[in-house]
């Protein structure tokens, strides 16, 4: 009987699942993910978790609870760094000895170190930490970590041609490859979603945000969906190299959209208490408004965020950029 690897569907589940799957399942595991966030899975976490933290966090406790019963080991990486000279959120590094300390009968983690700041090659060093769980043969675990490796470079060829991380993940367990992409149904409005991934593609955390704006009749567009060397080249335009890696990949997403033509406005979502966000929100917000370039609204959201609020912004949102076009008005129109 393989052993079973559960996987939370949460914070870095939208960047890097399909590498992760493909890696255990090479190695003979069975990869468990955990269902789709909640009201259930939200409120035990926010039960578990300390009250210090962001959503996202409560939100992964809970899926790890959700978990806990099914698996024989749960990953939860000890994530410092996945780039030269930059980090993620310090929650991401204590994130595994939160869930031990706050989480009861809990399986064995997968806990590898993942900090590449100083030296990329250490990713070496981590992939067979988690491998030799499963195999004491190197080749094995090389070839496990170039199958991931194969499937990460696939799921980014999609975002980039124009898939949601979410629904690229689903096509993809029915074996869809890049070029079998067919271009989302257009509207008459383009909008950027500007925020990270686990906050705009789960489902219950954004409140269903993208299908809204769908059903308003607005092509939604997001950072994933851009080409990795164009975010970099835009966030370089900073005058200091921003060194947390999400964060800079939306400043960079939201200074491409903001000189495209196409784009009639951009929103930003954020977590109530993210200390990185409430940054990389500001610098974006300034940006847009100082060139007074496009509509912009931004969306702060947390366990107590109410849905008809946000349905009401977006309407009049929505609302106003169609105003603003049928118009020609050069009104500021930020919210």
Same mark, same amino acid.
């Given at each position: ?68 019963? !099914? *698996? ?9 760094? &996945? $780039?030269? @000279? #930059?980090?993620?959120? /310090? =929650?991401? %590094? ?124 607005? !092509? *939604? ?9 164009? &975010? $970099?080249? @835009? #966030?370089?335009?900073? /005058? =200091?190299? %921003? ?93």
């Amino acid at each position: 009987m393989p052993v079973k690897v559960g996987i939370p569907r949460a914070l870095l589940y939208y960047s890097y699942f399909p590498m992760w799957k493909a890696f255990f399942e090479e190695l003979g595991a069975e990869v468990i993910v955990s269902g789709k966030t909640t009201k259930r899975i939200l409120d035990n976490g926010v039960k578990e978790a300390v009250d210090e933290v962001c959503l996202p966090v409560k939100v992964f406790y809970g899926h790890v609870i959700e978990l806990c019963d !099914q *698996v024989d080991y749960i990953f939860v990486p000890r994530l410092v760094s &996945v $780039e030269k @000279k #930059a980090f993620i959120c /310090p =929650k991401f %590094l204590g994130l595994p000895d939160m869930i031990r300390h706050n989480i009861k009968n809990l399986p064995k983690l997968i806990d590898i170190t993942v900090n590449l700041s100083k030296k990329p090659a250490n990713i070496y060093k981590a992939i067979y930490e988690a491998g030799k769980i499963f195999t004491s043969n190197p080749a094995k675990i090389w070839l496990a970590y170039r199958k991931g490796m194969e499937q990460l470079n696939n799921f980014i060829k999609l975002t980039e041609a124009g898939y949601m991380p979410d629904k690229a993940i689903e096509e993809m367990a029915r074996g869809l490859v890049a070029q079998d992409y067919a271009s989302p149904a257009a509207g008459d409005l383009k909008i950027a979603l500007i925020g990270h991934g686990y906050n705009i593609y789960d489902r219950y955390i954004s409140m269903n945000l993208i299908t809204k704006l769908i059903n308003l009749g607005v !092509q *939604v567009l997001t950072a994933d969906n851009i080409p990795h060397d164009e &975010v $970099e080249n @835009k #966030a370089s335009l900073l /005058p =200091k190299r %921003l060194f947390w890696t999400m964060g800079r990949k939306m400043v960079g997403a939201s200074f491409h959209f903001m000189q495209r033509e196409d784009i009639d406005g951009i929103i930003h979502v954020a977590a109530f208490g993210c200390g990185p966000d409430s940054f990389t929100g500001e610098l974006i917000e300034r940006k847009i408004k100082r060139n007074k370039s496009k509509p912009f609204l931004n969306l702060t959201i947390d366990e107590h965020t109410g849905e008809a609020g946000i349905v009401t912004r977006l309407e009049a949102f929505v609302d106003m950029i169609r105003w603003r076009k049928s118009n020609e008005s050069n009104l500021s129109a930020h919210g």
